[in-house]
């Protein structure tokens, strides 16, 4: 039997692998800019640490996460990383960079893993491309962050997504929230669906932003309204979520605010956002990130401000322009594969991209495919070899010359 990929699993080669490698190369280049280094973290870690970083109410620890014992005789299972943050945090702890001083920034890309139902946009191993950025608690960290993220997005061509941002509030404002969403929502507790039963009971804050039509109707009625809209959030949450809007607003990045938004992990505070595409369906969220200031102290580590986001590679792929599959350089005809193979090491270690037939095939065989794939082609036939020579055709104009040296070739 045929072994296929796993569901909701994906290969990537050929002309999309050009595109992802553009997204990768531009990340790395726009992040580096602002100082953000890059950050490579196990795939797979302790489980504990995305149950109790993540958090227990999140739909990702209750029912996505691949966990299992290495061994049978394990006494531990392992997890296999939903989402970077927790183990980015694992290594800031680890390896005591809370004694450096602040900031430390880094970004990352790789692939992450959900037990998802599988749908558009929805996979189950999926690349992020995200950055995480510590020690400062001033809205100018989540200022920055969304700035690289905007200029990320910009670096593809993607310059009319949706920025939104909510403030959560600092832990006691969440609290204060959380009992007040609970208090109005009680009389209709019934109608909810029934993951939102759930939620009422773990985090009802989740319910904001639930996709049930009958629950969205629900929090459109008079009074449900104006606990959501009511500003709960204390002053000094207020203050600096005002701040990041004048940051934001003089750094010409349009956004919007939005009440429902309240992300699906449990482990930020203050500032949530993300950046949405209409082209995207029902998948829309292409980043998503916020402020966790609770995190690293809630992991063993000294209390310590942090804000992040992360992308997902693929919903990027799917609305960004594709790359055009480029030509090589050279492709050397000759039915000579041993001075094919010499003249193809000099030119590469010159820098050139460089490829031959290695079966030593028919000419016009060898023409038809060097006429696909190159924007030249060095004839390397008997005569070339014996009078020490080279033919290059210039694929494009058809124009042939005869060169003595590989320098003259270049
Ligand atoms: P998240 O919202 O769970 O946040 O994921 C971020 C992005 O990853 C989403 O906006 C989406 O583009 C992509 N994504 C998530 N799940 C899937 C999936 N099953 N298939 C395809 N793409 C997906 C986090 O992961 C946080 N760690 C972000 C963060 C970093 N917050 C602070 N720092």
Redesign the pocket.
């Known amino acids: 039997m045929v072994i296929k990929a796993q569901r909701g699993t994906k290969d990537v080669f050929g002309d999309e692998i050009k595109t992802w490698q553009k997204i990768e190369k531009n990340a790395r280049e726009v992040f580096s800019k602002a100082c953000f280094e890059e950050i490579k973290t196990p795939v797979f870690e302790a489980t504990e640490l995305f149950s109790r970083g993540v958090g227990e109410s999140s739909d990702i620890v209750n029912k996505e996460m691949y966990t299992f014992y290495p061994k049978f005789d394990s006494k531990e299972t392992i997890t296999l990383r939903p989402?970077?943050?927790a183990g980015v945090v694992r290594a800031y702890i680890e390896h005591n960079m809370t004694r450096q001083s602040p900031p430390q920034k880094f970004f990352y890309f790789g692939p992450m893993f959900?037990y998802?139902r599988p749908q558009a946009?929805?996979?189950r191993q999926?690349y992020?491309v995200?950055i995480?950025m510590f020690g400062i608690k001033e809205a100018s960290a989540d200022a920055e962050v969304i700035l690289a993220a905007v200029e990320f997005l910009k670096s593809l061509n993607l310059n009319n997504l949706k920025v939104e941002i909510n403030s959560l509030g600092c832990p006691k404002c969440k609290d204060d929230y959380r009992a007040s969403i609970k208090e109005v929502l009680k009389p209709y507790l019934n109608e909810l669906c029934d993951e939102c039963k759930v939620r009422y009971i773990k985090n009802p804050l989740r319910i904001l932003d639930c996709k049930n039509e009958n629950c969205k109707k629900i929090l459109e009625s008079k009074e449900i309204k104006e606990v959501i809209y009511k500003d709960y959030i204390c002053n000094e949450c207020k203050e600096h979520f005002d701040a990041l809007k004048k940051y934001l607003d003089e750094l010409n990045i349009n956004y919007c605010i939005n009440k429902l938004l309240v992300?699906?992990?449990d482990y930020y505070s203050r500032t949530v956002f993300?950046i949405k595409s209409d082209a995207l369906g029902s998948q829309n969220?292409?980043?998503?990130?916020?402020r966790?200031d609770g995190l690293v102290e809630m992991l063993g580590g000294n209390p310590t401000p942090a804000v992040?986001?992360?992308?997902?590679v693929?919903?990027l792929y799917s609305i960004i322009k594709k790359e055009q599959p480029s030509k090589i350089d050279y492709f050397i005809v000759s039915n000579n594969t041993k001075e094919a193979l010499k003249l193809a090491q000099k030119l590469r270690q010159k820098g050139k991209i460089v490829d031959f037939d290695y079966q030593n095939r028919k000419f016009a065989k060898q023409f038809e495919k060097a006429a696909k794939v190159a924007k030249n082609a060095i004839v390397l036939g008997e005569d070339e070899i014996n009078q020490e020579y080279y033919s290059i055709k210039d694929l494009n104009s058809g124009l042939q010359t005869r060169v003595n040296s590989i320098d003259d070739l270049i």
Do not use: K, W
């Open positions: 989402e970077n943050t959900r998802e946009g929805r996979q999926f992020q995200g995480e992300r699906g992990l993300e969220a292409i980043c998503g990130g916020g966790y992040g986001f992360a992308m997902g693929e919903r």
